[in-house]
């Protein structure tokens, strides 16, 4: 290569050196949350299950299709954040009328523990309920005895959507949970997450004529 190109290459490399430099000594710092407000400050409110519940650890599913939880949105001026989500303490929600894909096995879910709930206003709202250490345990009885432990070393957070409307719904899509899964044969003892969806119906406890809203 001539001197001239190579001189030229040279010039090239560092133009675009510092012009890569240059943008990252300058990108913008990520932006803050937006501000949430939920409403009715105060009100009780019931979160109900609307069809079903799955929970699949490996090739094993558990569907529940009744689910409740119920909790309180913080009294003002707690239920204003300027620049972030707001979160309200839940009951640790039930799950009944449970079945598994597994032939001859019957499920059981406990819950226990300080759960709550998150919103953050956006498009979408977005919302994540926190799960306790060892705040959902599944236990099959049958051909397969096994016990499922949802967040089994640390809380976990488990991210979902909100609407507003009437009633208001929260929405858990594929969403994933650590999990610890001991047992005998039939067990998925090697999965270490799973897979939960659910829709929630969210209705307003204290004034039904209300609704749960989040805005900003």
Same mark, same amino acid.
């Given at each position: ?11 090239? +490399? =560092?133009? +675009?050196?510092?012009? $890569? ?16 407000? *939920? ?14 519940? @799955? ?6 599913? *558990? ?11 913080? =009294?003002?001026?707690? /239920? ?9 303490? #839940? ?7 449970? &079945? ?8 059981? $879910?406990? @819950? ?8 953050? /206003? ?10 306790? &250490?060892?705040?959902? $345990? ?17 809380? =976990?957070? $488990? ?11 929260? &929405?858990?899509? /594929? +969403? ?11 067990? !998925? &003892? ?6 939960? /969806? ?9 004034? !039904?004529?209300?609704? #749960?809203?989040?805005?900003?």
């Amino acid at each position: 290569m001539s001197r001239k190109r190579t001189a030229l290459a040279l010039g090239t +490399a =560092a133009a +675009a050196a510092l012009t $890569v430099a240059t943008a990252t000594a300058t990108a913008a710092p990520l932006p803050m949350a937006g501000s949430t407000t *939920v409403t009715p400050a105060g009100h009780a409110f019931k979160a109900t299950l609307s069809g079903k519940a @799955t929970l699949k650890a490996g090739s094993v599913t *558990v569907t529940c299709t009744v689910s409740v939880s119920t909790g309180t949105v913080p =009294a003002a001026p707690d /239920n204003q954040n300027p620049a972030g989500p707001v979160a309200s303490p #839940i009951s640790p929600p039930t799950y009944s009328s449970c &079945t598994s894909s597994m032939p001859g096995v019957t499920p059981t $879910v406990t @819950t226990s523990g300080s759960w709550s709930v998150s919103m953050q /206003n956006g498009s979408p709202v977005t919302a994540t309920m926190t799960v306790p &250490t060892g705040g959902l $345990v599944l236990h099959t009885t049958g051909l397969a005895t096994c016990t499922v432990t949802a967040a089994p070393s640390a809380p =976990a957070n $488990v991210p979902g959507s909100w609407a507003n409307g009437a009633p208001s719904s929260l &929405t858990f899509t /594929n +969403a994933t949970v650590p999990v610890t899964v001991t047992g005998g044969f039939g067990c !998925p &003892t090697s999965a270490t997450s799973s897979t939960f /969806n659910a829709v929630y119906k969210v209705t307003d406890t204290t004034d !039904p004529a209300q609704q #749960i809203t989040v805005t900003p």
